[in-house]
């Protein structure tokens, strides 16, 4: 019987070690185009990952090298894909590499591992891609010069004026934009920004960057080019027409793209005010010299002294009476906290009628550091302990019918004062407890 027992647990454990099997990893790799190709043309490896659960982690992607051409790594975002293969459903990633070749020869590419992060997996699983291969041809014509090779090209351009008319002195501002569809943004040719006599030519930094459609893919490459001249002297000026030739691989032709020549007319530097300065200044009397003489410049200066004084006098002087009353109100702060004070409030309220003792309290409390009258605390004071008990109950003992008189009541205060003053006072501790009722 225990026998029979360990064998069902045995076929228990082996069958939900075969339900709970590794997730299912694909990867589909192909080249678009599939064809011969142009040198200057761009190939697009397509990699799909493909798993039957989820990713728990963006796939690790491989560098690829090839010899001859330029590679373009896979951006940070890749196309989703949904696909049914084999009756089954999978979640996948595509993922595209740019490939423009350089030479014309036979490519290879080789197979490339792609570690993949399915979920429900118990580790990171690597898949290889299949080799796979493509030919590249030379260009057409002959002349040896390599062009770009787009599916189609844009061309155009923008004139920026520092001032209309221009003058001698003035800016033009010529911004050429070029935007190729299906090439590559790093292969498209700078435009020829030709020297012009009588204007300074700038040439300023290119932009470069590449199209995306948005779903991680390229679509082309853009570029914009700028340069300003600077009109030395006036006169008529033409900027040549700038042409870009490149190779259509949708009609398998060169073509030639271009912006038209921009002529301009400079005039003369030399600016012209609304009014005659000349006229304004001599019906104002410029044109008479004025003198200053010795002794009013001499009061000038004197003058200019004794209000620099007078100001730093009168900064000095708040700065002084903010601190007099900083001092003062910290001296009158003192005196309120002081034992003194206290002494005299508790005289006042013992001489008035109804008498009361907050007073006293405060005064003790601040003149010896006490919050109570026991003799344990003024042992020097247990000769009138008697006489301040009596004085107390008549206080607050139940019953009373009306408290001492105000003169008996100042002399056992004067006396309590005395003891007080024969005693040091009791300082507690840096890190003493407060007291829980003061």
């Not at 030479?103 to 580790?123: D, E, I, K, W």
Request: with cysteine; charged share 20%.
């Amino acid at each position: 019987m225990i026998r029979l027992l360990v064998l069902i647990l045995v076929l228990a454990g082996l069958a939900t070690r075969a339900s709970a099997a590794e997730p299912e990893v694909r990867v589909q790799a192909r080249l678009v185009p599939d064809t011969a190709v142009m040198v200057g043309a761009t190939v697009t490896l397509e990699v799909d990952l493909l798993v039957d659960t989820w990713f728990t982690a963006p796939p690790e992607l491989p560098v690829l090298q090839l010899a001859g051409a330029v590679v373009s790594p896979p951006g940070g975002e890749a196309e989703h894909l949904n696909q049914r293969l084999d009756g089954k459903a999978f979640f996948g990633l595509r993922y595209r590499y740019q490939i423009t070749p350089s030479v014309a020869q036979q490519f290879m590419l080789p197979a490339l591992t792609f570690r993949v992060h399915p979920g429900q997996a118990s580790a990171a699983q690597a898949v290889q891609s299949q080799p796979l291969t493509f030919a590249v041809k030379g260009q057409i014509g002959g002349d040896g010069e390599q062009r770009l090779v787009a599916q189609a090209l844009e061309l155009s351009q923008a004139i920026e004026r520092s001032h209309t008319p221009l003058r001698a002195g003035d800016s033009i501002t010529r911004r050429v934009h070029t935007l190729a569809r299906g090439g590559q943004a790093m292969l498209i040719p700078p435009p020829s920004f030709a020297e012009v006599d009588g204007l300074k030519r700038y040439v300023q930094t290119p932009s470069v960057t590449p199209v995306s459609d948005g779903r991680g893919g390229i679509l082309g490459g853009q570029r914009e080019d700028s340069v300003t001249y600077v009109a030395v002297a006036p006169g008529r000026y033409r900027l040549p027409a700038i042409e870009v030739t490149w190779w259509d691989t949708t009609r398998n032709e060169p073509r030639t793209a271009s912006v038209p020549a921009l002529d301009m007319e400079v005039g003369e530097g030399s600016y012209q005010a609304p009014f005659s300065l000349s006229k304004d200044l001599r019906a104002l009397g410029q044109g008479v010299q004025v003198s200053i003489a010795g002794h009013g410049l001499l009061l000038v200066l004197l003058a200019s002294l004794l209000g620099g004084l007078a100001w730093a006098l009168r900064n000095w002087g708040q700065g002084a009476w903010l601190r007099l009353k900083r001092w003062r109100a910290g001296r009158q702060q003192a005196w309120l906290d002081s034992p003194g004070y206290a002494w005299r409030q508790a005289r006042q309220q013992c001489a008035r009628e109804p008498a009361r003792l907050d007073a006293m309290y405060l005064w003790l409390r601040r003149a010896t550091g006490q919050c109570t009258l026991s003799s344990s605390e003024h042992p020097r004071g247990g000769q009138s302990e008697g006489a301040l008990l009596a004085f107390l109950q008549d206080f607050y003992a139940a019953g009373r019918h009306r408290p001492p008189p105000a003169d008996a009541r100042l002399r056992l205060l004067h006396s309590l004062r005395q003891q007080v003053k024969a005693q040091p006072a009791k300082l507690r501790g840096k890190h003493a407890l407060k007291q829980l009722n003061p």
